[in-house]
């Protein structure tokens, strides 16, 4: 039982915490978690390899930063530490307990990308052309039968869209996946081909189709061999 007039625990501890060296401590860990994601390889998931020196220059000056406010003695200030507080753990858990997104179900919220003209895609043999290329090739002709029959090899995730079909997709990054779009194709998946998840990655061979729909004409990959793949180290077009 406290004496009358004596601080209680919890202010005590209160107290203690808010003299430590919070701002500092916090960049610290900020500088930390930016140099792991590179470390890691994760920031190759996040961002486009153009920004990945931007992002490691500025973790190493907060490390320095940091290190230098931490080990210089400085004046004692009134600070607001609670925010210095939720930085740190913030940083921790990105870390320790890094967030796994769906590519999938960011491309569903996404509008597609935008794909102009019919670029160098249109000169490569058929079975050269990536899924970007056959996008951008499918929307830049009023004639999309032109293309019927030719050998398709793409790779990308499985999509699954509102309406619950399948689709094989790339997301399009001009930065980082905050401005990611997605580029994607219609399959006929074999009926021997394995059991999909969203977000597998395959690698499909098959010829390209164009079937009359009640929307008009709509290209569709015909699958002949679905292959799992693992997740790419850039896993996005940029």
Not at 196 to 214: A, I, K, S, Y
Request: aromatic residues 6%.
């Amino acid at each position: 039982m406290n004496q009358p007039g004596s601080p209680s625990p919890w202010s005590v501890v209160r107290s203690a915490v808010a003299r430590w060296r919070w701002p500092p401590l916090a960049l610290l860990c900020c500088g930390v978690t930016l140099m792991h994601s590179w470390v890691s390889g994760r920031l190759q998931l996040l961002m486009a390899p153009t920004f990945h020196g931007l992002v490691v220059g500025s973790g190493l000056a907060l490390l320095a930063w940091s290190v230098t406010a931490l080990t210089v003695s400085q004046p004692r200030r009134s600070i607001p530490w609670r925010a210095a507080v939720l930085v740190v753990c913030t940083s921790l858990l990105i870390v320790l307990a890094p967030p796994r997104g769906s590519f999938s179900m960011l491309a569903r919220h996404r509008p597609p990308a935008q794909l102009d003209g019919l670029a160098a895609g249109f000169a490569l043999p058929p079975e050269q052309r990536d899924l970007v290329d056959w996008v951008r090739l499918l929307r830049g002709t009023p004639q999309p039968q032109l293309f019927r029959g030719e050998p398709v090899q793409v790779k990308g995730f499985v999509l699954v869209t509102a309406t619950g079909e399948r689709h094989l997709a790339q997301l399009l990054v001009r930065c980082c996946l905050a401005d990611a779009t997605p580029v994607q194709l219609a399959v006929q998946w074999p009926a021997d081909a394995p059991p999909l998840r969203q977000d597998q990655w395959v690698r499909v061979e098959g010829e390209m189709e164009v079937l009359d729909t009640p929307d008009g004409l709509q290209p569709v990959v015909i699958a002949h061999d679905v292959t799992a793949i693992p997740k790419p180290p850039q896993p996005f077009r940029t």
